[in-house]
């Protein structure tokens, strides 16, 4: 801004002598000053406090307040500290001038004025209070944003060793202001010891020629608080010479605490405060610098808890996350102060253990982490046993970086798990290319179910009360292009582990159903479908709703499908598992327990679930010809299922040696080689039209109750036919309409139906003719006067008609008629086609044939 555009300055004129006033005022308005005058030091006071002049001229010696008094209560007004106040003076009146000076005057002038050269001496005043007034606005502006940035500054004159510190510098010290030097080594006594060569070497670097130094330190507050600086100082140079080091010293102990704070987060898992991956990699690094330098051996084991999964969805979160915190407390305790725990997420856990003298010690500590688990783990009311499976990698051997020593830990890993729980596997290069062979399948899996890779075959069971198939487990197969069958092992676990278990379980359970729809319209209607449910997929999906949903869409009558469940579902989250397998028994479909006997529950814990079959498992099955425990406990597996009203099947039956045991000890059914591996469908499409069973003897002593339907309008025919029956071992259902009996042969397992030829709605021809298509492995029967024989004819020409018997029967000829069609039905559909292409079918049991 220039001069011109300042407002004109108003001066304010003291003094009683009105002459001076009017000099005064003569001389400076015409140079553009604006005056107002007062008579008096009171008039003045009144005077200042309406008109705020920018100068006050004052004349020392005025009747009532004289002007050094005035001065004073001038100075103490508002807005009057800084405003100049110039006195007027005697020439030679020293005592006068010292005296306005202390009551606070700015300037004197000596009486006689030269008026010329008042205006001069009025701007110069104006100026350079201006000019104060603005030092001190910047130095009070300044001294607030040291406070807000806390930062202090400091200088030390090297020539005279006089010092400045800044009050802020001295809030940062923690230093009370006082007189003592504020000297560079008063300013080092406020470093802790360890520091203080660091800043001595800085300093004396100024003094060096280094022209600045930045770095940061703790200062020891005298009340012993520390605090974190950033202390820059520069040297200056007069004339060549170093005269003078200033600098600043800033205090960033709130932020170096966030960073410090950040930098944990960034390093340290929040649950168990053990390293993370990112503090691990850079331990790893850091130990494989010092493994190369001692020549010294270097392991790192990666930990997985056994089971935690099942922790978690047991008792919930909070105990999951108490027990990975007792967990990491135990590892801890295993291993020396120089080790290192880490924590990579979830329940895997690495122990990175440095300066082993040998292999044999790397081997001794994981033992011992090992033991760390015997003792249960009390968590609140809980205690429960937890064991852990380790993969050890060593330096170099196994990987000469943090990633590939990980790698190699994880390969041996995943092989301890596959060992069984509760081991440790040292890292051999085989178990990499299986690691890579997994990676492999789990990207071709990704694809597989949309390009058709995927196909089920079938492993038929068979009834032990009679020898026959009664149904078969879908089992899942991939053929993978170029390489071949993958067994279901090895991708089904990755694919429950990628999500893709979802899809992949749907459409098992939709093939499946829809094959087995496809077998009940072939002629064999009352078939059962086995399909296996993993734990982990009975988790991720709604099985009920699926269930329902695949049942309508197919037209499978929920009681011919059964789902195989592992006790590993069981042990889940009870209460979850027990809803939805409720919900399943509601639908109607049958619940088996695959692999009974691997897992840890018993059959009377099984109690509270709704499960109809138990499998036993194949590893006992391979044991009960040759070995005792194996033997009896299928003995007792039997006879506790049977008392718990479940019925049993044996799987992996692959010796006749086999059958015999599980046959003489009632077990239901069995499933393994000895009958049939799994097949593709077209292959079990073969065996069931082939009416393959297992021999008489293979069975149990007594065959299936054979059950006969008669039907005729005539209770008393029925009556009769009854009577005949007795004694043959039938179970005998009656119907009195065609209909009747069509809906009792849905849901009874008939071998032979016997129909009166006449009868009103639907004619005996014409329901034979219906239960051909519907049940074409029934005997059928015509029972029959002569009179409606050519009819029957008909009926027997199409080969609706098996037999005709003629009324009134011979009761022994009848028996006889009936046993021979059990027979042949038994013998399988194959024997009952066999007659059909011309051979003679007609029996006439009145002795009529
Ligand atoms: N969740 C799903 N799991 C499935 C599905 N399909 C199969 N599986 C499970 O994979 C495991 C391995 O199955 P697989 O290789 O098919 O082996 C089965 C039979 O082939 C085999 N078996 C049958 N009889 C014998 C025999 O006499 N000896 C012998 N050594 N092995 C035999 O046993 C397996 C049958 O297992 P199980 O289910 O326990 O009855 C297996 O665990 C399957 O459950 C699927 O669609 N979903």
């Known amino acids: 801004m220039t001069s011109q555009a300042l407002p004109q300055p108003l001066v304010l004129v003291v003094d009683d002598d009105a002459m001076t006033r009017i000099l005064v005022t003569e001389a400076l308005e015409p140079e553009g000053f604006r005056l107002a005058e007062a008579v008096s030091g009171e008039e003045a006071i009144t005077s200042f406090q309406y008109g705020a002049p920018d100068l006050i001229l004052l004349d020392v010696t005025m009747p009532g307040m004289s002007g050094f008094e005035c001065c004073e209560q001038l100075r103490r007004l508002p807005g009057g500290a800084h405003v100049p106040i110039v006195v007027l003076t005697s020439n030679d009146d020293d005592a006068s001038i010292g005296q306005a000076l202390a009551a606070g005057a700015s300037d004197f002038i000596a009486k006689p004025m030269q008026w010329r050269l008042l205006a001069h001496r009025m701007r110069y005043l104006l100026r350079a209070s201006r000019a104060l007034a603005e030092l001190t606005r910047v130095q009070e502006s300044l001294s607030h944003a040291q406070a807000l940035a806390r930062l202090g500054n400091w200088e030390y004159r090297i020539d005279t060793g006089a010092g400045y510190w800044s009050p802020q510098l001295l809030r940062i010290l923690g230093v009370a202001p006082d007189t003592s030097p504020a000297s560079f080594d008063r300013l080092l006594a406020c470093l802790p010891e360890d520091q203080r060569p660091q800043l001595l070497d800085a300093f004396m670097g100024l003094h060096a020629g280094a022209g600045s130094y930045g770095l940061e330190h703790r200062v020891l507050q005298p009340d012993g608080e520390t605090r974190i600086v950033f202390h820059q100082a520069e040297a200056v140079y007069e004339s060549g010479r170093l005269a003078l080091i200033r600098g600043t010293v800033q205090d960033i102990t709130e932020r170096k605490q966030q960073e410090l704070r950040i930098e944990y987060l960034a390093n340290h898992d929040a649950l168990t405060g053990l390293p993370n991956r990112n503090l691990l990699h850079d331990r790893i690094s850091q130990a494989i610098a010092r493994t190369r330098r001692t020549g010294l051996h270097l392991a790192t084991l990666v930990l997985d808890l056994d089971r935690f999964k099942f922790v978690n969805d047991s008792y919930g979160h909070p105990v999951g996350d108490a ?109 990499g290319v299986l690691m890579e062979e997994r990676a492999d399948i789990e990207h071709a899996l990704h694809q597989a179910l949309a390009r058709g890779e995927l196909e089920l075959h079938y492993q038929p069971k068979v009834d032990l009360n009679g020898g026959q198939i009664y149904g078969m487990e879908a089992l899942l197969r991939w053929r993978r292009p170029d390489i071949g069958q993958v067994p279901p092992d090895r991708f089904i676990p990755l694919a429950e582990e990628t999500g893709l278990i979802i899809p992949i379980g749907e459409w098992v359970l939709r093939t499946a159903c829809a094959q087995l729809h496809a077998w009940h319209g072939g002629g064999f209607p009352h078939l059962t479908m086995a399909v296996n449910v993993s734990a982990r997929q009975f988790r991720q ?45 509601e639908i109607g479909v049958t619940l088996s327990l695959d692999d009974f006997g691997t897992g840890y529950s018993s059959l009377s814990y099984l109690k509270q679930f709704p499960i109809d079959v138990v499998k036993i498992d194949q590893s006992f099955i391979r044991d009960v010809t040759d070995s005792v425990d194996g033997a009896s406990l299928t003995k007792s597996i039997i006879a506790m299922a049977k008392s718990l009203n479940m019925t049993t099947i044996a799987e992996g039956v692959e010796t006749q040696g086999q059958l015999g045991f599980l046959n003489t000890h009632r077990c239901d059914a069995i499933q393994g080689y000895y009958f049939s591996r799994p097949l593709a469908g077209s292959e079990m499409g073969m065996l069931l039209q082939a009416g393959t069973q297992l021999p008489p003897d293979s069975c149990h002593a007594e065959p299936r109750q054979r059950v006969l339907l008669l039907v005729d309008d005539e209770q008393n025919v029925l009556s009769a036919l009854q009577r005949a029956l007795r004694g043959e071992g039938y179970r005998i259902l009656c119907a009195g309409t065609g209909q009747e009996a069509l809906e009792l042969l849905a849901i009874h397992p008939v071998g032979v139906i016997v129909s009166d030829a006449r009868m009103p709605e639907m004619a005996g021809t014409e329901l034979l003719r219906r239960v051909k298509g519907l049940h074409p492995e029934i005997v059928r029967i015509m029972l029959s006067g002569y009179t409606e024989l050519s009819s029957v004819t008909e009926a027997i020409n199409e080969g609706a008609v098996y037999k005709f018997i003629t009324k009134p029967w011979d009761d022994s000829l009848l028996r006889e008629h009936i046993r021979e069609s059990f027979r042949l039905h038994e013998a399988g559909p194959q024997r009952l086609d066999a007659g059909h292409d011309g051979a003679p079918r007609v029996a006439m049991a009145d002795g009529a044939a």
């Open 323 to 431: 027990l990975l915190q007792a967990v990491s407390s135990r590892l801890k305790m295993a291993v020396r102060e120089g080790d290192t725990v880490a924590r990579l997420g979830g329940d895997e856990f690495v122990v990175l253990l440095a300066d082993l003298v040998d292999t044999r010690t790397a081997e001794d500590v994981v033992q011992k982490v090992l033991s760390m688990f015997i003792e249960p783990f009390l968590l609140g009311e809980h205690s429960l046993h937890i064991s852990t499976s380790i993969g050890v990698s060593e330096f170099p051997a196994d990987g000469d970086t943090g990633e590939i020593l990980l790698k190699t830990a994880d390969a041996a890993l995943y092989s301890a798990k596959d060992k069984g729980r509760n081991c440790y596997q040292f890292y051999h290069p085989k178990m």
């Open 541 to 585: 999906m709604n099985m009920p709703d699926l269930v329902r949903a695949v049942l309508a869409d197919s037209g499978v009558p929920a009681q011919c499908l059964e789902l195989e469940l592992t006790e590993s579902l069981l042990m889940q989250n009870q209460e979850l598992v027990v809803r939805d397998l409720k919900q399943l028994k």
